[in-house]
């Protein structure tokens, strides 16, 4: 079983609030990962890390902006959340190889009103 | 770049029919590929996955397998259950370890 974890599970919040949205891992993986999942269900990545200090942006511009001070921490931020956010958000973590199985967290729903 | 392509759905089956969804991909290199599940209100996780051509990946009663020559990664099971309504993501891996997935089938099995 992965140990995956994302909190909070639902947020509901007016626009223009700063907010994070938490991931941690404790199978020690180098990768982590963050995918914004639209409701007709397809998956964009937004940003990922290969490890401590390393953060990158993915194939979707986001607002968002991520961190990486611990191996098992990826939080994600929105310093000004607006409507156009609302939407499903996905944390990941993998090993190093492109072999190996993505861990998903079971998500985020994000709501801003 | 690389893409997959999945089959449009939604998919709706009735219980013990027989399931196919079709998967194709482009990429450079030798891809590894997989297929993710995703149950409502949950995260994906890994239902199966090959690292090499002709490799079967196989679990919980589903079985793909990687065709080099078609590149093809097709889902099948034999007989559907109820709980195995969900979504269905075939995706690949190159360098890096970064997946790139295909849209996602809604799969429906009616009692």
């Known amino acids: 079983e992965a140990d995956i974890y994302q909190t909070p599970r639902y947020l509901v919040i007016g626009t223009g609030k700063k907010i994070t949205l938490e991931c941690s891992q404790t199978m020690g993986h180098d990768k982590m990962y963050w995918y914004q999942q639209d409701p007709g269900m397809e998956l964009h990545l937004i940003h990922y890390?290969?490890?401590?200090?390393?953060?990158e942006k993915g194939d979707l511009s986001s607002e968002s902006t991520v961190s990486r001070i611990r191996t098992e921490h990826f939080p994600l931020t929105l310093e000004s959340a607006r409507p156009s956010h609302t939407s499903q958000y996905l944390c990941a973590s993998s090993l190093s190889d492109s072999t190996d199985t993505q861990y998903f967290g079971p998500g985020t729903r994000l709501t801003v009103l | 770049g690389d893409s997959v392509t999945q089959m449009e759905g939604p998919v709706t089956l009735s219980e013990e029919a027989f399931l196919t969804i079709n998967c194709t991909y482009t990429?450079?290199?030798?891809?590894?590929l997989f297929w993710y599940v995703q149950y409502p209100g949950e995260g994906l996780q890994l239902l199966l996955k090959?690292?090499?051509?002709?490799d079967k990946g196989s679990n919980k009663g589903f079985e793909a397998t990687y065709r080099k020559e078609t590149t093809s990664f097709h889902l099948e099971k034999g007989s559907v259950q109820v709980s195995d309504s969900a979504v269905y993501f075939c995706?690949?891996?190159?360098?890096?370890?970064?997946?790139?997935f295909g849209e996602g089938t809604q799969l429906t099995v009616n009692p």
């Open positions: 890390s290969y490890g401590v200090n390393s953060t």
């Open positions: 995706a690949l891996s190159t360098s890096g370890s970064r997946l790139t």
């Open positions: 990429a450079t290199g030798y891809p590894s």
């Open positions: 090959a690292t090499k051509a002709d």
